[in-house]
T-cell receptor, first 115, second 114 residues
Framework: AQSVAQPEDQVNVAEGNPLTVKCTYS??????LFWYVQYPNRGLQFLLK??????LVKGSYGFEAEFNKSQTSFHLKKPSALVSDSALYFC?????????????FGAGTRLFVKA | GAGVSQSPSNKVTEKGKDVELRCDPI?????LYWYRQSLGQGLEFLIY????????KSGLPSDRFSAERTGGSVSTLTIQRTQQEDSAVYLC????????????FGPGTRLLVL
């Protein structure tokens, strides 16, 4: 069975500083990895995904994530945080080897960017 | 085009009553998912439908929960004999047929069981 861990409930960063939101996963097959963001009073929006290929994936709003197979991690990063990045971030995994569509989400990490 | 829509947006019910939540996926999306998001918690997988295949019901928390998808489009999540712990936001998502495809989420139905 697949699982996702987001070890930090909350991340605080000053505007202009780099940010990292951590995610580790467990699957039996090849992982399909996703990041979604939930802004206050808005639905979940897709940020980026890793399916195969280059380990560094670039997504919306200047975010990127690096797939690290040996560490089973898929941390979300941004070189320079904005106050408007403050939101709830979810990492998700799907087992690419099982043929199913079941997607498991992490508990979420709340990002606060202070001006 | 239109995104995923859900109705009602809010539902208040009394303990023991049955409720039905509706999801209209994006046209052409053959995969449809239901999740539950409790206050301060992450998304809990409930069930997914993919085309004509048998749904994966492995996330449904009890036999009070059921879901159906009619005509490969609209889906209804039914909760029978609601309990206070069922209070949450119920999210629906849809995607294209391939497993690497992104899910598109609806705005959710906020359910409050008194």
């Amino acid at each position: 069975a697949q699982s996702v861990a987001q070890p930090e409930d909350q991340v605080n960063v000053a505007e202009g500083n780099p940010l990292t939101v951590k995610c580790t996963y467990s699957v039996s097959g090849n992982p399909y990895l996703f990041w979604y963001v939930q802004y206050p009073n808005r639905g979940l929006q897709f940020l980026l995904k890793y399916i195969t290929g280059d380990n560094l994936v670039k997504g919306s709003y200047g975010f990127e994530a690096e797939f690290n197979k040996s560490q089973t991690s898929f941390h979300l990063k941004k070189p320079s945080a904005l106050v408007s990045d403050s939101a709830l971030y979810f990492c998700a995994v799907r087992d690419g080897g099982t043929g199913g569509f079941k997607t498991i989400f992490g508990a979420g990490t709340r990002l606060f960017v202070k001006a | 085009g239109a995104g995923v829509s859900q109705s009602p947006s809010n539902k208040v019910t009394e303990k023991g009553k049955d409720v039905e939540l509706r999801c209209d996926p994006i046209s052409g999306h053959t995969a449809l998912y239901w999740y539950r998001q409790s206050l301060g918690q992450g998304l809990e997988f409930l069930i997914y439908f993919q085309g004509n295949s048998a749904p994966d019901k492995s996330g449904l928390p009890s036999d009070r929960f059921s879901a159906e998808r009619t005509g490969g489009s609209v889906s209804t999540l039914t909760i029978q004999r609601t309990q206070q712990e069922d209070s949450a936001v119920y999210l629906c998502a849809s995607s294209l047929v391939r497993r690497q495809e992104t899910q598109y989420f609806g705005p959710g139905t906020r359910l409050l069981v008194l």
